[in-house]
């Protein structure tokens, strides 16, 4: 079995699938060269021998056609710019289908991000999440969580050949909350999308300012919860 994992990031959900095909090979593509270089050195850190890992962009992949049995994307789609009139996410799948071999599966999971539920509602947490869809509006993005079987169909997927599900990814417990509200506040602090709430005036300098910091009182409250819905996609091509 030859796996792809579209966007892997650092890799973890790659190398996890390879665990499990010890017979097959995994290959793991992302845009970003640091993210790569984290999976390569983690695959090395833990003696992986039937995973690769690439810089490679989903808008092209640089695979023929019918290359492998399983493709992946988490969290991925939403990320996803349109291009020749088709959604973000609808031109992904139609690059995972082109690659995944007659018979195979192209599985997706993405987040629908209008399910969230935070509490306590600490100012700038709530806040944070309003920012990143609007952040995702103007950048022509699509929210593909609860959009999944329409998305797949128009990428080509027969609709009798795509099974559709959701789960709640919950944060409950001391331990979870600390690790879920700490990695919100790093994300803010090194991405662009403070920067760019500001600029386009979707939030003040102070507002932005404050949201890392929120992020982190969450984290060490003893009533924290969050919870959100994200729907997936099991396709046979």
Same mark, same amino acid.
């Given at each position: 079995?030859?796996?792809?994992?579209?966007?892997?990031?650092?890799?973890?959900?790659?190398?996890?699938?390879?665990?499990?095909?010890?017979?097959?090979?995994?290959?793991?593509?992302? !845009?970003?060269?640091?993210?790569?270089?984290?999976?390569?050195?983690?695959?090395?850190?833990?003696? @992986?021998?039937?995973? %690769?890992?690439?810089?490679?962009?989903?808008?092209?992949?640089?695979?023929?056609?019918? %290359?492998?049995?399983?493709?992946?994307?988490?969290?991925?789609?939403?990320?996803?710019?349109?291009?020749?009139?088709?959604?973000?996410?609808?031109?992904?799948?139609?690059? !995972?289908?082109?690659?995944?071999?007659? +018979?195979?599966?192209?599985?997706?999971?993405?987040?629908?991000?209008?399910?969230?539920?935070?509490?306590?509602?600490?100012?700038?947490?709530? *806040? @944070?999440?309003?920012?990143?869809?609007?952040?995702?509006?103007?950048?022509?993005?699509?929210?593909?969580?609860?959009?999944?079987?329409? #998305?797949?169909?128009?990428?080509?997927?027969?609709?009798?050949?795509?099974?559709?599900?959701?789960?709640?990814? @919950?944060?409950?417990?001391?331990?979870?909350? *600390? /690790?879920?509200?700490?990695? !919100?506040?790093?994300?803010?602090?090194?991405?662009?999308?403070?920067?760019? +709430?500001?600029?386009?005036? #979707?939030?003040?300098? &102070?507002?932005?300012? &404050?949201?890392?910091?929120? /992020?982190?009182?969450?984290?060490?409250?003893?009533?924290?919860?969050?919870?959100?819905?994200? +729907?997936?996609?099991?396709?046979?091509?």
């Amino acid at each position: 079995m030859r796996i792809l994992d579209v966007g892997c990031g650092p890799g973890t959900i790659t190398l996890d699938f390879a665990d499990h095909v010890p017979e097959g090979s995994v290959v793991g593509v992302d !845009m970003s060269e640091s993210a790569i270089e984290k999976a390569r050195e983690s695959c090395k850190q833990r003696g @992986t021998a039937n995973a %690769s890992f690439s810089v490679a962009d989903l808008n092209k992949l640089p695979f023929d056609d019918d %290359s492998f049995d399983v493709v992946h994307a988490h969290q991925v789609l939403s990320h996803l710019s349109g291009q020749n009139g088709d959604p973000g996410p609808v031109w992904g799948l139609k690059e !995972m289908r082109r690659v995944c071999k007659p +018979g195979g599966l192209v599985c997706a999971r993405e987040a629908e991000w209008s399910t969230v539920v935070i509490y306590p509602r600490i100012h700038g947490v709530n *806040e @944070t999440m309003t920012l990143l869809a609007k952040l995702g509006d103007h950048a022509g993005k699509c929210i593909a969580g609860g959009r999944g079987r329409e #998305f797949a169909r128009r990428a080509g997927f027969r609709p009798d050949a795509i099974t559709a599900s959701a789960v709640a990814v @919950t944060y409950t417990n001391t331990a979870d909350c *600390e /690790w879920a509200g700490n990695n !919100m506040a790093s994300r803010l602090e090194s991405s662009t999308d403070l920067a760019k +709430g500001v600029e386009l005036g #979707f939030v003040t300098e &102070r507002e932005a300012a &404050r949201m890392p910091e929120a /992020w982190r009182e969450w984290a060490k409250d003893e009533d924290a919860f969050y919870a959100m819905v994200h +729907g997936q996609i099991v396709c046979t091509k």
